[in-house]
């Protein structure tokens, strides 16, 4: 039980990293693929500074969940359901809009592997996070 405490709140953390790092990028208007989906389209610098706040508040988020993962197991669930909803939108976005327009978009496969990147941390964050508790569910069962 203690490994999969630590395993899932260095997870966490990594996601507190990620989105701290996006905040910071997104304030600066440095534009790094990874942390910046759309990085190679113009973007105005009140855009950015709208998504470096909210950026800065999953961070926090992911920092809360981190600290307790048992304690704070419904607010992982809800950090992966709002993250798959998030996701599904970004990759909608990518689907329908026509980026040949953009004479500095580079294509789509860039965002495409961004997004599969993030979808692919949060299922491992919700199995981890299905894991904790079933093995908590486990140590709690009276004999």
């Not at 910071?24 to 950015?48: C, R, V």
């Not at 500074?49 to 508040?57: C, D, E, F, S």
């Not at 048992?70 to 992966?80: I, S």
């Amino acid at each position: 039980m203690a490994n999969r405490l630590k395993l899932i709140r260095f997870h966490l953390l990594g996601g507190c990293g990620y989105f701290f790092i996006a905040a910071l990028l997104h304030f600066t208007g440095m534009k790094i693929a990874g942390f910046y989906i759309f990085y190679d389209l113009p973007s105005e610098a009140y855009q950015d500074r709208i998504i470096a706040v909210l950026a800065l508040g999953w961070g926090a988020i992911y920092l809360l969940s981190a600290k307790d993962p048992l304690r704070y197991f419904d607010l992982t669930n809800l950090l992966v359901l709002i993250g798959l909803i998030g996701l599904t939108g970004m990759a909608a976005n990518i689907w329908l809009i026509d980026y040949s327009h953009f004479k500095e978009s580079t294509g789509t496969g860039s965002y495409w592997l961004q997004v599969f990147g993030l979808v692919f941390y949060i299922l491992v964050l919700a199995w981890m996070n299905l894991g904790l508790a079933k093995a908590n569910a486990q140590q709690q069962v009276p004999l």
